[in-house]
T-cell receptor, first 109, second 112 residues
Framework: RKEVEQDPGPFNVPEGATVAFNCTYS??????FFWYRQDCRKEPKLLMS???SGNEDGRFTAQLNRASQYISLLIRDSKLSDSATYLC??????????FGTGTRLLVSP | DVKVTQSSRYLVKRTGEKVFLECVQD?????MFWYRQDPGLGLRLIYF???????EKGDIPEGYSVSREKKERFSLILESASTNQTSMYLC???????????FGNGTRLTVT
């Protein structure tokens, strides 16, 4: 079983929709999590850090459920520009960052 | 804003060549990392460094070495490039414990 697992998608949603991705992790020692956004052939860019139960930034909300060992990312009012791959990252210790393989989101007009 | 600069965006090299990938950061971060990213495999850690002249192997160090002579610069070296090293290479830095990574814009290396 992979340490961090994501549904690869793609998730196809219309503009304005709400979409949620889940990311499951197997290492209960994971201390923090990050969501990154990656556009095609570009580097990952930090979207959100999650150190406790969750975090919210505008249209984006991340929720951490330690009991069930998953972290979710909710995007409200999807924009065309949200089309990208979203990477979930778990941190079990400073140099022990584990990346999921990403969930692809396609937002259509 | 953290700036992480990789010297080349695209690189084409021949099998057997020695390849240097350079990464420079301007944020005085102690910690620097080299990853490669391949379709379906995600990001995999090659090497990292938590201080000048210090280096630690990541998950896939074979065929690579690194150099960190100055705090701001972390180099990845392919001693003898092979076709299976064709990939996107990403440098990253991190500051304090538990802080996120900041990535450079990547080097897409093709080995023919």
């Amino acid at each position: 079983r992979k340490e961090v697992e994501q549904d690869p998608g793609p998730f196809n949603v219309p503009e304005g929709a709400t979409v949620a991705f889940n990311c499951t992790y197997s290492n209960s020692a994971s201390q923090s999590f990050f969501w990154y956004r990656q556009d095609c052939r570009k580097e990952p860019k930090l979207l959100m850090s999650v150190y406790s139960s969750g975090n919210e930034d505008g249209r984006f909300t991340a929720q951490l459920n330690r009991a069930s060992q998953y972290i979710s990312l909710l995007i409200r009012d999807s924009k065309l520009s949200d089309s990208a791959t979203y990477l979930c990252v778990g941190n079990t210790g400073f140099q022990k960052l584990v990346f999921g393989t990403g969930t692809r989101l396609l937002v259509s007009p | 804003d953290v700036k992480v600069t990789q010297s080349s965006r695209y690189l084409v090299k021949r099998t057997g060549e020695k390849v240097f990938l350079e990464c420079v950061q301007d944020m005085d971060h102690e910690n620097m990392f080299w990853y490669r990213q391949d379709p379906g495999l995600g990001l995999r850690l090659i090497y990292f460094s938590y201080d000048v002249k210090m280096k630690e192997k990541g998950d896939i160090p074979e065929g690579y070495s690194v150099s960190r002579e100055k705090k701001e610069r972390f180099s990845l070296i392919l001693e003898s490039a092979s076709t299976n090293q064709t990939s996107m290479y990403l440098c990253a830095t991190a500051g304090a414990y538990n802080s996120p990574l900041h990535f450079g814009n990547g080097t897409r290396l093709t080995v023919t």
